[in-house]
């Protein structure tokens, strides 16, 4: 298994003027800071704590560090603003760019990721948290985009391969190439119905487990309008190239929308991890091959 991380700042490393903002808000001087080491981002990911006791779990980014990184916090910035108070999913306390920096304080939400190989309690309890997000965020808030328009071109994986095939390309991949085309093509076409608020990149490095059993969800940078049934095939997904039973979590919904979703994600991550890594994060083509590699056994079963 390759690990779901990059290569981070710390909160020491951030500009003097971006912690004492960060200080002002979350109240008093930080005394401690836990680096996260999940995710991609190469910027900070911290849990902090103050001289008076309280705590946050702070994020920060600049644009000359990664472009894309800090358009994907101000994105969060955003959308987590949207989120209902009840959701399952930590409160943001505030948000501010100083011209450079995107920053993102957070409450602090005492739990740990799901266990991989995943367990059943954990499954469960994911399952029962994108169900309450379903409940709470249907219709959408307004101004989402849509899931099929974040999707569509990473979607036409198959169709990139298809024209430039890998020399390492899987021989059974080759022979049935027009199948996982038309596959991600009815993904596609199915993500442009529904009017629910998806997270869109649920994994177990994306969740927290509190003490009491109850699941957050955290990182939503991706999040899009679109059918109620789609986080939980994103999180069949994880289970499966993680370890674990994705049946679990895939009851109710037919069957061969999740393999179509599953042969649309292969293809994304067998066309994108012939790219060169983007500036900061080394190890994200590795792991991309990695889930594509995990997805093929279902395919291959499936199909």
Do not use: Y
Not at 6 to 34: C, H, N
Not at 154 to 182: K, Q, S, V, Y
Not at 184 to 191: E, F, G, N, Q, W
Not at 247 to 275: H, K, N, P, Y
Request: charge should be negative; glycine fraction near 8%.
């Amino acid at each position: 298994m390759v690990p779901a991380s990059g290569k981070r700042i710390t909160w020491l490393e951030l500009p003097e003027a971006v912690r004492a903002r960060v200080e002002r808000i979350v109240g008093g001087r930080v005394t401690g800071a836990d680096s996260q080491p999940g995710g991609f981002s190469p910027g900070s990911a911290d849990r902090v704590i103050t001289d008076r006791g309280r705590r946050a779990f702070v994020k920060a980014v600049a644009a000359t560090i990664n472009a894309r990184s800090a358009e994907l916090a101000r994105q969060e910035m955003r959308i987590t603003a949207l989120l209902p108070e009840a959701a399952p999913a930590p409160r943001l306390i505030e948000g501010f760019e100083d011209g450079e920096w995107v920053v993102l304080v957070f409450e602090d939400v005492e739990g740990a990721h799901p266990r991989t190989p995943w367990v059943e309690s954990e499954i469960d309890a994911a399952v029962t948290a994108l169900a309450e997000l379903a409940r709470l965020t249907t219709p959408a808030p307004p101004g989402l985009p849509r899931a099929a328009d974040e999707f569509a071109g990473n979607f036409e994986g198959w169709d990139r391969i298809t024209a430039d095939p890998p020399a390492d390309l899987d021989p059974w991949l080759r022979d049935h190439l027009p199948e996982l085309r038309a596959a991600s093509a009815r993904t596609i076409d199915r993500l442009r119905t529904g009017d629910t608020l998806t997270h869109c990149d649920v994994r177990a490095d994306n969740m927290l487990v509190r003490p009491d059993g109850r699941l957050v969800i955290v990182d939503w940078p991706w999040a899009s309008a679109g059918p109620d049934w789609w986080d939980r095939v994103i999180l069949a997904a994880n289970v499966w190239v993680h370890g674990g039973d994705p049946v679990r979590v895939i009851e109710g919904i037919d069957r061969r929308i999740v393999t179509d979703s599953f042969a649309a994600f292969a293809g994304m991550f067998f066309d994108i991890c012939r790219l060169p890594p983007p500036p900061g994060i080394p190890t994200v083509r590795a792991f991309q091959r990695w889930q594509a590699d995990a997805l093929l056994p279902w395919l291959k079963a499936e199909m």
